[in-house]
């Protein structure tokens, strides 16, 4: 589907008030965190920290204009990705562990909520498509701090989401009218891989939960006229050797209660990283013959519009966040 470009509704909930009132509202919830489904319950804005080891102020590990996105996220000018810092997931194979499990090594990179509106800012100036936030799901109060200020500055680009999706419901409803794209994984269809793979609980139903709000909100996937996303939902699945990810089940679960006219990407992108190699069952990339099968079902599902990545491309991703522009583009 195509769509003419309309500012994002972030504006009027910004000039009406609205958006100040839900900063407000989600640093409060920073006292006794329960911003993600961990609900750790300590005081953020003291400067405690729980699982995602983050206090009161972000961390942005990295910002630049990204080209490695779907190609409906990057478009032609690229998007506007800010990395933030840590994680409320452990993936023993996380590509960005360098940023997201090297907690001590990003406390250098803290930042206050007035410089990441100018982060914002600054990506619009030079011409991005949209505003990325990367890892967003433990900052979300501080994100929306930010936006606010952004939008007082001339801010009118759209907003992504993009997230492992163990995300709060509750949470993600603040972000009604606030979030255009939303850009979820859907990691596993089995508690116990999350557990053992991401130290996550109860993630099968947290993530479905999570991906029905956002669905919710913006529906399927909506792009303007050069093919470039303004709306909707665009779901990210990580094949994984040996059929841990689940997919099957997931895609079925997809199709069946959300939608076909949600985007979907399939990754074959996986590599064996940080700790990956100390479980045998996940210590190589996946085969064609493990991808193939995933990307035909989608095919058999009816999804309307499938983004599909080379075999290859599990050495053209990885990042370095040593660099100025991790993913040199």
């Not at 500012?7 to 909930?13: E, T």
Request: aromatic residues 8%; hydrophobic residues 35%; contains cysteine.
């Amino acid at each position: 589907m195509e769509y003419e470009v309309n500012k994002p509704s972030y504006i009027s909930l910004h000039i009406s008030g609205e958006l100040e009132n839900r900063a407000a509202r989600l640093n409060h919830r920073l006292e006794t965190c329960d911003i993600c489904p961990r609900k750790c319950s300590v005081n953020r804005s003291s400067g405690e920290m729980g699982y995602c080891n983050s206090g009161k102020n972000p961390i942005v590990a990295s910002f630049c204009d990204h080209h490695g996105e779907e190609p409906v996220i990057s478009g032609i000018q690229g998007s506007g990705a800010i990395f933030f810092g840590n994680c409320n997931l452990a993936c023993v194979y996380c590509q960005n562990y360098q940023i997201s499990q090297n907690s001590q090594g990003q406390i250098n990179n803290q930042i206050t909520v007035k410089e990441l509106a100018d982060c914002m800012i600054g990506l619009q100036k030079t011409g991005c498509h949209n505003i990325n936030l990367v890892s967003p799901s433990h900052v979300v109060a501080q994100v929306v701090s930010a936006l606010n200020l952004a939008a007082k500055t001339g801010l009118t680009l759209p907003l992504v989401y993009n997230t492992n999706s163990y995300d709060s419901p509750d949470t993600l409803a603040e972000m009604d009218g606030i979030i255009s794209i939303y850009l979820p994984d859907i990691k596993y269809s089995d508690n116990e891989m999350a557990r053992r793979y991401s130290g996550a609980t109860n993630y099968v139903e947290h993530t479905r939960q999570a991906i029905q709000e956002m669905y919710r909100q913006v529906g399927g996937l909506v792009v303007d006229k050069q093919g470039v996303a303004v709306a909707g939902v665009l779901v990210r699945h990580l094949v994984l050797p040996n059929g841990i990810a689940g997919s099957q089940e997931s895609l079925e679960w997809l199709a069946e209660k959300i939608g076909t006219d949600v985007g979907l990407s399939l990754m074959s992108q996986y590599y064996p990283c940080h700790r990956a190699g100390q479980y045998q069952e996940i210590a190589r990339p996946v085969t064609r013959q493990e991808y193939l099968y995933v990307l035909k079902l989608a095919q058999k599902l009816g999804f309307k519009r499938i983004f599909a990545q080379q075999l290859q491309s599990n050495m053209h991703f990885l990042p370095d966040f040593d660099c100025k522009n991790p993913f040199g583009n």
